[in-house]
């Protein structure tokens, strides 16, 4: 008797960057703790520059991207509606060597981190055209302390551990944002692609958002596991970084945290930075 061969699994890549807040909400799916159903789970570790540019290409069927550059993905993806980075209140922090005024910023060229990610429209929508460098995000608080640039666009633990390297804080976007329309900054989302379909989006996106409810669940372990993408950060620090960007709004957005992504989005439209104004939509995932 003939047996039927097994079917492959499907494989579902998911991609999200280096750092302590994006590995925290994986840890779920990295642990195995968390069943993935029918779908083999790839994990996909590159900066969120990449992970933008693999999105563009539609190469990716989930991964977390700027939330400014959802603004050219909106054809092709859908935004989950959890997985957020919001800064409320705090968020990419512009440095540089010596003390200077905010507006002395205009004046110089600033290293950033992928014209793509939030933090480079946010600094445009704060500063107006700026002079900019594109840099890989871990090398930019070097290059200002050691003064190969004057300035530098910080995301990730360098908005913690900027002091560290005898740097100093000019303007922190999160705080300018939250000045400017009392909202939280939308930094960071995770997109599914399409073309899965209605079915797959739903299971994928419900099992994404189990590995977040896991880890706020499990937050030891799951510290523990995001301490390996904290490049040398100590316990105390990653646990604070982490409740940064691994918060109510991460399960879920909410009401503020929706309205946040369209005021971005259509404020960057209105100040010429984003060529057209961008359709937010959002997965429909079970309760």
């Known amino acids: 008797m003939d047996l039927e ?8 890549r998911i991609g999200h960057s280096p750092d ?7 840890y779920g799916l990295a642990s195995g703790r968390v069943p993935t159903g029918p779908y083999e789970v790839e994990q996909v570790l590159k900066d969120i520059e990449s992970l933008n540019r693999l999105a563009l290409e539609g190469s990716i069927e989930v991964t977390a991207v700027s939330i ?11 935004l989950l509606p959890c997985g957020a980075s919001m800064g409320d209140g705090y968020g990419p ?11 002395a910023l205009k004046r110089m060229t600033i290293a950033i981190p992928g014209r793509l990610t939030t933090a480079a429209l946010a600094l445009r929508l704060a500063l107006g055209e700026v002079r900019t460098e594109v840099m890989p995000f871990d090398r930019i608080l070097p290059a200002v302390s050691s003064g190969e640039v004057e300035a530098g666009l910080l995301i990730h633990e360098g908005q913690l551990t900027f002091a ?13 944002w939250k000045a400017r329309t009392g909202l939280p900054l939308p930094l960071g989302g995770n997109i599914i692609r399409r073309d899965l379909g209605p079915r797959a989006i739903a299971e994928i996106g419900a099992f994404f958002r189990d590995s977040i409810a896991f880890g706020l669940a499990h937050r030891g372990e799951a510290l523990t596991y995001a301490l390996d993408y904290g490049r040398g950060i100590g316990r105390p620090l990653a646990d604070r970084f982490v409740g940064m960007y691994v918060n109510d709004f991460t399960l879920d957005y909410g009401p503020a945290g929706r309205r946040a992504i369209d005021e971005l989005l259509l404020q960057g439209h209105a100040a010429g930075i984003i060529p ?9 995932l079970p309760a």
């Open 93 to 103: 922090i512009v440095v540089t060597r010596a003390a200077a005024a905010p507006d």
């Open 68 to 78: 400014h550059a959802y603004a050219y993905l909106a054809d092709r993806y859908l």
């Open 164 to 176: 560290q390297s005898g740097v100093h804080k000019v303007l922190d976007l999160g705080v300018w």
């Open 5 to 12: 061969p097994v079917k492959p699994r499907p494989t579902v």
């Open 20 to 26: 302590p807040d994006d590995a925290f909400m994986y």
């Open 276 to 284: 057209h104004r961008a359709a937010v939509e959002f997965a429909d």
